[in-house]
């Protein structure tokens, strides 16, 4: 937040970017927990 | 300066009733319940605990069938690490973290609302396996199979409290990461974030990339019990060991989980208590770094007694060896912190103090069972028991208390009883080690952990065990009184609290407004990190 004496606001575009943030973890974990059950299908 | 005396100050008018808690976004109201949660359940699993001492009191069977007895012991553990100590982990983080960054609220309020308030309904779902047909999961916190598949009614609802557990979790790191990746005040680098925020960033990952994989573990349980797969079922082709190296992969880092925040808190409260800046502040974020990464290539120093290839025991014995160079740089910097500090040992600070000492007693403990020929002889005694409650008591829930009493002041604005403090303290500290320090002898001698009944030759050191255990536990009531205490009142605390107090959130009023640094902070080398 590059937002130097003014109001701490969440912004649109700070709210984009947390959402995108989430949503990248989010799949990553999603990756994790699917990528251990195929690994161990014989 | 109070970085929250602005303008609109008059507009910090919060909810009230019970949907201020319900619906609650707001990071300090979240970490609050996340806190009392934390409490109720450690009272839930102590209790649980109590069970086990007083069975354990005297050889023979006492009070208690087997059966119940390892449900005890299973159920202790998961209500114990899953209810109370990550948690009380995650209450501190949403408490602290966005006073800690110049942060307004965590990055992602309403799923921080989720996360919370997965928790109540995972715990019901677990605690009622108590009353089931079967009895409650009684194969111990691991879940091996195809032991555990031997759970009755119970085995569904372990299953689909540890997914919801894992969900909670995630939610969590991801809105940390978020938090402190995107939401940091101007000014304030990596490099200047406190060390308390660090550790819970390098947690964060730890739970990105362990809780799925347990999650995938219990998944596979479940459908080898219900949908007729083999992942871990020798007679269809598949492979029991396999689950103890997937939950391993998970379980070790799951230690780290729970004990880099307390390292967190640690490195926050000796600075300010030797009014010194912590020692050697990047090498404690390397070795914090560090230790996260090797925790990942550990896992089977659990299970050498498993039997693998000698190169196997080799490395991952070495491995575990090299976990005590980050963490002995720890170690030696809160020393080095201490050295020639102005020293005074309020409340937090002599919980912090203990931690170093008793933690370190733990974590040489784990080094000698690192050793694969003696863990031959340790594995599955006593010695393991006292080894892991001296890291996750001594350790993790004395540094969660001293982070209690370190920043109750700044939340509540009001000073804790510090003779009570003082009071519960020894308390704490004398008998929780008349309570584990015998373990060690009882597991040296050969005894057996998760049994009701013992050989006549481990009953004096059980005796003297169990009565540390009931004045530990009972001792604990005395926190919950002081909590209250202070809560209800008590001397005003000044904003900056500690005398030798630096960062951000000493800078907001005690008690901080519902809404903080509304006008961001400018964060330079005098206001970050102590």
Known sequence: MDQDGQANKITPELAAKNRRTAIIIGLIALAFYAGFILMNLH | MSYATTHDDHHDHKPTGITRWLLSTNHK???????????????????????IRAELFQPGLQFVDPLFFNSMTTMHALVMIFGVVMPAGVGLANWQIPMMVGAPDMALPRMNNMSFWILPFAF??????????????????????????QTGDALPFLIFAVHLLGISSIMGAINIIATVFNMRAPGMTFMRLPLFVWTWIITAFLLIATMPVLAGAVTMMLTDKFFGTSFFDAAGGGDPVMFQHVFWFFGHPEVYILILPAFGIVSQILPTFARKPLFGYESMVYAAAAIAFLSFFVWAHHMFTVGMPLAGELFFMYATMSIAVPTGVKIFNWMATMWKGSMTFETPM?????FVMLFSIGGFTGLMMGITPADFQYHDTYFIVAHFHYVLVTGAVFALMAGVYFWIPKWTGHMYDETLGKCHFWLSVIFVNVLFFPQHFLGLAGMPRRIPDYNVQFADWNMVSSIGGFVYGFSQLLFVYIVIKCIRGGAKATDQVWEGAHGLEWTLPSPPPFHTFTIPPQVTDATAHS
């Open chain 2, 29 to 51: 109201d979240i970490g609050t319940m996340y806190l009392i949660f934390a409490l109720i359940m450690f009272f839930v699993g102590g209790a649980m605990a109590m069970v």
């Open chain 2, 124 to 149: 019901t779902l677990l605690l009622s396996t108590l009353f089931m047909k079967g009895g409650a999961p009684a194969g111990g916190w691991t879940m091996y199979p195809p032991l555990t598949l």
């Open chain 2, 350 to 354: 002599l919980f912090a103090v203990a």
